[in-house]
């Protein structure tokens, strides 16, 4: 066979990382490349993917595999490489659980229920090692480390802080030092391939426009590494605000300390930094996708409630999913944590949340997690195999390929509770955006405040335990520390990231798809609104029938609520002031006056 044409990139790349073994046999590389391309490519009659194919044998650390998105990575890994050689999970044990009863949990949970299909024996490719990041060493076992020395090929560090309220010298130990230390250990790694580092789109939300390179800080890493050691509580907390400067926390500003340290270690490793925006939940995987874009946006929403009104109430919505009525082309977005948006949608959609600070026209960078980490995967397998002369940075944004503003969103969360009410809501969901802060402030003490106050009141004078003020509290300083992201825009290049999309094959695009232009919003915001339904707040979609009146009882009282505190005002005021009487017979006499000749016109037309 004889070839013509150079073969595509992704190609000419997968044949030069595998050709070593085609050379051996002594034939022409390039028949025997076409002829090892074939093979891999057909197997079982089906193309495959060659990330897939790359991950195959592999021993992969995770740091972080517990968190959000380290689940959805070590799911995508399991299921579209089961032929990996082990995944190394890096974990503390957490609320009285051990490291195996941890990682039994979360296996034997939904997310991995496509896993169990195609890599039966998962539980045998996992390896939790005991690490606690939070400590200088990692405290990590001799016999481990040695193990992890000598067997890791491949490393993706996901672990960090993500709260926004972290004291910095914690932040600096986790999103730091542990970092350095973990690249120290690469660093001693003989067959380590790649490093992937997880850092964020905000390291750097002081600029407006950020590029895909590491932006330096003004006291290098290893300084403020250093004073944490011997600088005491007091001292560090007040010069915090002082080092995160125009950055609104330590996690950002730990996150860009995190981005220079893989820097400075970049000379001696193969490193990529990944820079998700504010990930949320899934869109596409684990569970079915949804077949509805465009015009028919919502359909998969409505056949889900149609056919749940449909089934008997006794149904879960496990037992709907299991009978196949969830599985008609409905895709649930899947999401674990109150990150985020999330938490926030909650409030919103019981109705807590009835006022944001926010500029409706600044891009909500949103990415789902899934894109996240097709994009990590596919990075993983670009790095290892192209080795890239410097290290690279991939910027997994939304706003610049298929933007969508809060105000959008906004309206469309708030048009999803409609079809996806919430149990026991507190009061009608009614959300709003306010731009001014005097009017923002106003809002929050009529409708956050007044009513929190007034129910906890009647839940004291009928014997039960008060506990609005103190979720109001709650929901005050989450707000507080997430409208600085719904007050300001970024914009963010992605040339690496669209790079990267035209090196991947057509089936790699397929399989590890990362292009956000084909997200419809409409869609994917139904479906986050129905995971958080089903997956955080763990309700039975067959209560919504019931939600749904509930929320016309709320709105029932709403109206009446409102009409009555009318009356008794206008009451009082028409009482006490001839003004307000003579407005009064004003507007009876001009109403009157149009309907006679509303009523006059109409009999002369007939
Ligand atoms: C053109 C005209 C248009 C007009 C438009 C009109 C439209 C009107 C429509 C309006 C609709 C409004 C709809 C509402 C939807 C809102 C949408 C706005 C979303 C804004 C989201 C912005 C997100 C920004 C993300 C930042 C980007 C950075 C991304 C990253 O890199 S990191 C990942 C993000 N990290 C985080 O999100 C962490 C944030 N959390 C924290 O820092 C902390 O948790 C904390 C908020 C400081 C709270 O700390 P605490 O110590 O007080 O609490 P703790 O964490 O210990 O938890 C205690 C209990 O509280 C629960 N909880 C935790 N977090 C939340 C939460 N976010 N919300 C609610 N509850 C939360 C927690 O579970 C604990 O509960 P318990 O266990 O039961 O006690
Ligand atoms: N979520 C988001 O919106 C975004 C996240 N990112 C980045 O993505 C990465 C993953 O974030 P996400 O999954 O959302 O975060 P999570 O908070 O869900 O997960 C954090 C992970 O780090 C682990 N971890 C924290 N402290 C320690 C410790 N002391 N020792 C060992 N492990 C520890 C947690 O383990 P444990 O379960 O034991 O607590 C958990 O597995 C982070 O690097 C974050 O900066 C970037 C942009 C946006």
């Not at 229920?113 to 990041?133: F, G, S, T, W």
């Not at 993500?162 to 973990?182: C, I, S």
């Not at 899947?334 to 409030?347: E, K, M, Q, T």
Request: overall charge positive; charged content about 20%.
């Amino acid at each position: 066979m004889r070839l013509t044409q150079p073969l595509p990139s992704f190609l000419a790349s997968s044949l030069a990382h595998e050709q070593p073994q085609c050379l051996l046999r002594g034939t022409s590389p390039v028949a025997s490349g076409m002829n090892f391309f074939l093979e891999l490519w057909k197997t079982k009659g089906r193309i495959m993917s060659m990330i897939a194919a790359y991950y195959k044998n592999k021993s992969i650390l995770i740091t972080g595999a517990t968190g959000f998105m380290g689940k959805v990575l070590m799911e995508k890994l399991l299921r579209t490489s089961p032929d990996l050689k082990v995944i190394y999970i890096l974990m503390r044990p957490k609320a009285g659980q051990t490291l195996p009863q941890r990682m039994l949990q979360i296996l034997s949970s939904k997310l991995f229920e496509k896993v169990k299909e195609v890599c039966p024996n998962m539980h045998e490719k996992i390896r939790p090692i005991y690490a606690d990041l939070g400590q200088s060493d990692l405290a990590i076992s001799k016999e481990d480390m040695q193990e992890l020395l000598s067997c890791t090929n491949i490393i993706f560090h996901c672990a960090a802080t993500v709260r926004f309220d972290e004291p910095l010298r914690h932040a600096v130990q986790l999103n730091v030092t542990a970092t350095q230390q973990l690249l120290l250990m690469a660093s001693q790694m003989p067959k380590l391939e790649v490093f992937v580092h997880i850092s964020t789109a905000f390291s750097n939300c002081n600029l407006k426009h950020i590029d895909e390179v590491i932006y330096p800080c003004q006291v290098e890493p290893k300084k403020i590494i250093d004073s944490m050691q011997w600088l005491d509580d007091a001292i560090v907390d007040e010069i915090t605000p002082k080092l995160i400067g125009d950055r609104p926390n330590t996690y950002t500003y730990t996150k860009a300390l995190g981005e220079v340290v893989v820097q400075q270690e970049s000379e001696n490793l193969n490193i990529a930094i990944i820079r998700p925006s504010i990930v949320g939940a899934t869109w596409q995987e684990p569970f079915p996708v949804s077949p509805a874009p465009g015009p028919q946006a919502g359909l998969h929403v409505d056949l889900l409630l149609a056919q749940t009104s449909s089934c008997p109430s006794s149904f879960s919505s496990h037992e709907m999913l299991d009978k196949g009525v969830l599985l008609a082309g409905v895709s649930l977005g899947w999401v674990d944590n109150l990150n985020g948006p999330s938490g926030l949608i909650i409030a919103a959609g019981k109705g807590l949340l009835r006022s944001v600070k926010a500029a409706p026209m600044a891009v909500a960078d949103l990415i789902p997690v899934d894109t996240v980490v097709n994009l990590t995967l596919a990075v993983g397998w670009y790095t290892a195999v192209h080795r890239p002369q410097s290290t690279l940075i991939y910027h997994c944004t939304s706003g610049n390929l298929n933007p969508c503003n809060w105000g959008k969103m906004g309206l469309q969360i708030m048009a999803s509770f409609e079809k996806i009410p919430y149990e026991k809501p507190f009061r009608r969901p009614n959300a709003d955006f306010t731009t001014n802060t005097f009017t923002n402030q106003y809002w929050k003490a009529v409708s956050h405040w007044a009513p929190a106050i007034m129910y906890d009141l009647y839940l004291q004078l009928t014997g039960r335990k008060p506990r609005f003020t103190k979720l109001m509290n709650r929901l005050s300083k989450t707000l507080s520390m997430l409208e600085y992201f719904v007050n300001h825009s970024w914009e963010w290049s992605t040339s690496n990231t669209d790079m990267l999309m035209l090196e991947l094959s057509p089936e790699d695009q397929r399989v590890f798809n990362f292009d956000i232009r084909q997200l419809n919003w409409l869609d994917y915001i139904e479906n986050y609104v129905l995971g958080i339904k089903k997956y955080l707040l763990k309700e039975d979609m067959s209560g919504i029938p019931k939600a749904r009146q509930q929320l016309k009882k709320l709105r029932n009282i709403h109206y009446f609520f409102n009409t009555a505190l009318f009356l008794i005002t206008w009451r009082l005021l028409i009482a006490r002031s001839q003004m307000a009487r003579n407005v009064w017979l004003f507007i009876v006499s001009f109403c009157y006056k149009f309907l006679s000749y509303f009523r006059a016109s109409s009999t002369l037309k007939a």
